[in-house]
């Protein structure tokens, strides 16, 4: 259900990715370095996720590039703030960025909002 309405934007590596809306960085990973259409790189890619206190939604990017996220856990971030750079990590088949909104469901588990 976390990925029922994501996205998937080809875009190369290393164009940046801005913030959808004003928002907090809750969570980032940009340590990996590769990716590949094998499963064995299932959850090996960089991401960044951002809570919207106004939406009460999280954003997540996904695939970034190594080392590709411009912000740290606890920035406060505006819309359309650079917070990252596009990338092919993880199981990927071409570099692009991955898209989704997420929120709480009533069973306290993340859904994918349309």
């Not at 299932?42 to 996904?62: C, E, F, R, T």
Request: net charge neutral.
């Amino acid at each position: 259900m976390n990925n029922r309405y994501s996205i998937d934007f080809k875009i190369p590596s290393n164009d940046t990715i801005c913030s959808v809306d004003d928002g907090i960085v809750i969570e980032a990973i940009s340590g990996y370095k590769h990716g590949g259409k094998s499963d064995n790189w299932k959850g090996y890619d960089n991401y960044l996720w951002v809570y919207h206190p106004k939406l009460n939604l999280i954003s997540v990017y996904a695939h970034l590039k190594f080392n590709g996220i411009l912000v740290k856990i606890g920035d406060e971030i505006k819309a359309v703030q650079p917070i990252g750079l596009s990338g092919n990590t993880g199981y990927s088949t071409e570099p692009h960025l991955h898209f989704h909104l997420l929120k709480l469901n009533r069973e306290n588990k993340w859904e994918s909002v349309p």
